[in-house]
């Protein structure tokens, strides 16, 4: 079916059911979205679902820019493993897996079933002296993000979330986003937590950081020179998942940096792109916009993780069952009104 006559089959049937025609507001813009990307009227109630966390150490934390040191960053890995952190708790409330990928963690982890080793280095540069990486390892980084999603297929997934995992992840995130155009005052902010001569600090990274890189010649430039491993895999991931037609869920401010990277490499992935929600960070909201992104959720979480990703997958289920599970005017003999 053409994807203009399927839309439209998908709107005749959102306003055949027994509600006053637009009632479920953003549910039926996300119902519509589910049948696009699965090309079908009556999308599928996805049955397995992962949410796919992305860990990676960032050279520039030596330069003070977070309140935690960047020992947490494998730390919350072997949390991630032993199922005691947040998003284990939302993962097996929604009914998701969930798996952790070592994209660059200063760390040997030893195997675990749930650990994907794609390291493609031990930890960044500091980009506010020298490039992160070369543009080698920038173009590996992608690839091995896409080589995760080829795997989520393999296994099955029909409905994914990404997550990060890096101390520094905000700071990346910030410098990513203004060499890509947008400016540092709508962007910059703690981050975790951290005080107000921190704050400083962190701006004045930044400031040094993009003046030393500009300018910038392209995505893969940015993630090169100021970006990371693992949101160079994220990115690599949301690109093979629209490839995949595997509806991903973004997360927080540093998955969506991500995806603008990715957004920039091939706009089309946009049509499998799902914001789980606005995070705290005050850039956040500034970069879903640019992608025309609505967020699902707004619950003042600044976490990441793939925490409020999750938690919106129950959202996006309720959605689909609507539009495969109620009765229409016809089936229930409702009347209709006079709604154009
Ligand atoms: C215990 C702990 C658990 C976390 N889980 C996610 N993050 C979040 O905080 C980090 C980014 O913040 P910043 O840029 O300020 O360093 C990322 O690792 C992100 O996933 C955590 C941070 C901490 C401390
Ligand atoms: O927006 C987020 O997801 C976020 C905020 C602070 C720290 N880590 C992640």
Not at 32 to 42: A, S, T, Y
Request: hydrophobic letters at 40%.
């Amino acid at each position: 079916m053409a994807k203009k006559d399927l839309e439209n089959k998908i709107k005749e049937r959102l306003n055949s059911l027994t509600k006053p025609k637009g009632s479920l507001g953003f549910l039926e813009d996300i119902a519509l979205k589910m049948g696009k990307i699965q090309g079908k009227v009556l999308p599928n109630l996805p049955e397995k679902k992962a949410v796919f966390v992305f860990a990676g150490d960032h050279g520039v934390t030596e330069e003070g820019v977070s309140a935690y040191p960047k020992e947490v960053t494998a730390q919350m890995v072997l949390n991630f493993l032993n199922g005691g952190a947040a998003i284990n708790v939302f993962s097996r409330h929604v009914g998701s897996e969930v798996y952790v990928i070592d994209a660059g963690v200063d760390y040997d982890f030893p195997a675990h079933e749930r650990l994907l080793n794609k390291k493609v280095g031990k930890g960044t540069k500091n980009f506010s002296k020298e490039p992160a990486m070369t543009r080698e390892e920038a173009e590996k980084s992608i690839e091995y993000g896409k080589e995760i999603a080829r795997f989520a297929k393999e296994k099955g997934f029909e409905l994914v979330a990404v997550g990060d995992m890096g101390i520094g992840n905000t700071t990346t995130a910030t410098t990513i986003a203004i060499a890509l155009g947008h400016n540092l005052s709508e962007l910059i902010d703690i981050g975790t937590v951290i005080t107000g001569q921190q704050l400083e600090k962190k701006e004045a990274v930044v400031r040094q950081a993009i003046s030393i890189h500009e300018p910038f010649m392209d995505p893969i430039d940015v993630l090169s020179k100021v970006g990371s491993y693992c949101l160079g895999e994220m990115a690599g991931f949301i690109l093979e998942c629209a490839q995949l037609n595997i509806p991903v869920v973004i997360d927080g401010f540093p998955t969506t940096a991500a995806a603008l990277i990715a957004a920039q490499l091939n706009p089309e992935v946009l049509d499998c792109m799902f914001a789980g929600h606005c995070s705290k960070v005050k850039g956040h909201r500034v970069l879903l916009d640019a992608l025309n992104l609505r967020p699902i959720l707004d619950l003042d979480m600044r976490l990441g993780e793939g925490t409020g990703a999750v938690l919106s997958f129950s959202i996006i289920e309720a959605a689909i069952k609507m539009i495969n599970e109620m009765a229409t005017f016809d089936d229930a003999n409702v009347s209709k009104g006079k709604e154009k």
